[in-house]
């Protein structure tokens, strides 16, 4: 069974950088796809970031491009997610998934982590 499990979300004031880390198990994790994506309050959950199985294509939302780095180890069966510059906006619960390709929907992927809150203060 395919397990994701993210950490490093935290509190970090506006402005700041934060980096959130994602663990597959239970997989074959060089061939999946992984995205990550953020669930504000009251909001619906929306694409930050993606990157292809290779690691060579990556798709990042127009709100956190240049900001946000998406990258991933596969001998570490890791994907992580750096966010600098980061804004109030961007407080959200984010969550780390896994599907057979890259994609901006949450209907690509299959698998999904339990999520890491993120705290930006003004």
């Known amino acids: 069974q395919v397990r994701l499990v993210e950490s490093g979300g935290g509190l970090v004031q506006a402005g700041g950088s934060l980096r959130v880390s994602c663990v597959v198990s239970?997989?074959?994790?060089?061939?999946?796809?992984m995205g990550w994506f953020r669930q504000a309050p009251g909001k619906d959950r929306e694409f930050v970031a993606g990157?292809?199985?290779?690691?060579?294509?990556?798709s990042y939302a127009d709100s956190v491009k240049d900001r946000f780095t998406i990258s991933r180890d596969n001998a570490k069966n890791t994907v992580y997610l750096q966010m600098n510059s980061l804004k109030p906006g961007d407080t959200a619960v984010y969550y780390c998934?896994?599907?057979?390709?890259?994609?901006?929907?949450?209907?690509?992927?299959?698998?999904w982590g339990q999520g890491t809150q993120v705290t930006v203060s003004s």
């Open positions: 990157i292809s199985w290779s690691g060579q294509t990556t």
């Open positions: 239970g997989g074959t994790f060089r061939i999946f796809g």
């Open positions: 998934a896994a599907g057979p390709f890259l994609g901006e929907r949450s209907s690509n992927y299959n698998y």
